[in-house]
């Protein structure tokens, strides 16, 4: 029988108390990983060092005994492996030089892009031999969509403005991105895979932000392309699709782009939350702050989900990341409430 709760629950069946982890679980809000951090220099440091990323994401799993870990890295480590500058401004975010149309076809040519990663593959290697038999390890990658805006905005803005313009001027340079994306990305997951990762999650943040005709071609095609290249070589491993902020768009997802579950955001009324899992695996989705503000509104928080969503497959989680000035102890309570339950 699959030991691991979550890898069960992914394929579909109906495990409660459900399997739990966090998004961004290895972040700020534990004084460990500040630690680690300090000691790394500069966060791609972190990412780059198999030593560092390895501890940082044990730590988590350490503290909260988590049915997943996720390998400790960043979405835009893709770009940086294709040759785009990269840093992280501190208090900021990240920074790129914006990507223009006319550089788009020579991406990647003179960079080789696994040897540039092969540190991401030796911390997932080495993290499928240190962490318990029963918990799952977690592989990602930014959807092409996501990860474009960044290349083409250089950093985070409000509404990604600078890309959706970009798409509507330059529709070929537009596709021709987001293919290149795709098919590096899932060369990336493939190699995770072969590393040890149980299982992939694909981070679409920026979904939401799109009309239905740009989300169809810019979220659903190139995470459609992902998932059909990762099944050809890894048909049995289990792909989430975090599409954030998509709304009433979420229906269809799994079946058009062929993703295994739904990662939620907390936008996501919970009865539309049910009708989702009627296809398949759910994952998610507790408001982050909620789990910021603990007591009576966190309770809350769990219980719903729980009770909307436990006689299903869930995968309990939060709507995004979880939030630097989280308190460590709500987390504890969280866990404890979510395993506390009985079905
Ligand atoms: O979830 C995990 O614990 C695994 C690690 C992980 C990180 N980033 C570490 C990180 C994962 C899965 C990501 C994904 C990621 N990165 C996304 C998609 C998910 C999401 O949050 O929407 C995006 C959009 C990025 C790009 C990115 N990385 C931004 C915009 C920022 C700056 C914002 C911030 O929180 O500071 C980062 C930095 C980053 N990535 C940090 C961590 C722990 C904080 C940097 C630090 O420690 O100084």
């Known amino acids: 029988m699959q030991d691991k709760k979550l890898l069960r629950v992914l394929g579909g069946e109906t495990v409660f108390p459900p399997p739990l982890w966090m ?6 809000y ?22 560092f990323a390895v501890e940082v994401t044990l730590q988590p799993i350490r503290r909260f005994n988590f049915d997943a870990a996720i390998l400790f890295s960043d979405i835009l480590v893709v770009p940086h492996a294709l040759g ?27 960079n080789n892009f696994h040897a540039h990663l092969a540190p991401v593959y030796e911390t997932v290697s080495r993290l499928r031999a240190e962490l318990p038999q029963e918990t799952a390890l977690i592989g990602f990658c930014g959807a092409p969509w996501t990860v474009a805006t960044y290349m083409i905005a250089g950093r985070g803005t409000p509404d990604q403005g600078p890309s959706r313009l970009f798409g509507y001027r330059e529709p070929k340079a537009m596709a021709a991105l987001l293919s290149k994306l795709a098919k590096v990305s899932a ?23 799109l009309d239905e005709a740009s989300f169809e071609a810019w979220c659903v095609e190139p995470v459609a392309e992902i998932v059909r ?9 289990p792909i989430i699709g975090f599409p954030r902020g998509a709304g009433s768009l979420y ?31 759910v994952q998610g989705n507790l408001d982050p702050l909620r789990l910021v503000a603990g007591g009576r509104a966190l309770d809350e928080g769990v219980d719903l989900i729980l009770d909307a969503l436990g006689n299903g497959p869930l995968v309990f989680n939060l709507g995004h990341g979880i939030t630097p000035d989280c308190p460590v102890e709500n987390v504890d309570r969280m866990v404890k409430r979510v395993r506390a339950v009985q079905g």
């Open 23 to 28: 998004m961004r679980q290895a972040g700020r």
């Open 30 to 51: 534990l004084p460990e990983y500040r630690a680690v951090r300090e000691k790394a220099g500069s966060f791609l440091d972190l990412c780059y060092n198999p030593d």
């Open 84 to 110: 785009r500058d990269l840093r992280f401004v501190e208090g900021e975010g990240p920074r790129l030089t914006p990507i223009e149309a006319a550089e788009i076809p020579r991406l990647g040519e003179v």
């Open 187 to 209: 060369d990336y997951l493939i190699r995770q895979i072969d590393a040890g990762a149980d299982a992939v999650q694909i981070f679409d943040s920026w979904a939401g932000v």
């Open 229 to 237: 290249r990762v099944r050809e070589k890894h048909p049995a491993t």
């Open 251 to 281: 229906a269809g997802y799994r079946e058009r782009t062929g993703v295994t579950a739904l990662g939620l955001d907390w936008s996501v009324p919970l009865s539309q939350a049910r009708a989702l899992q009627v296809g398949g695996a």
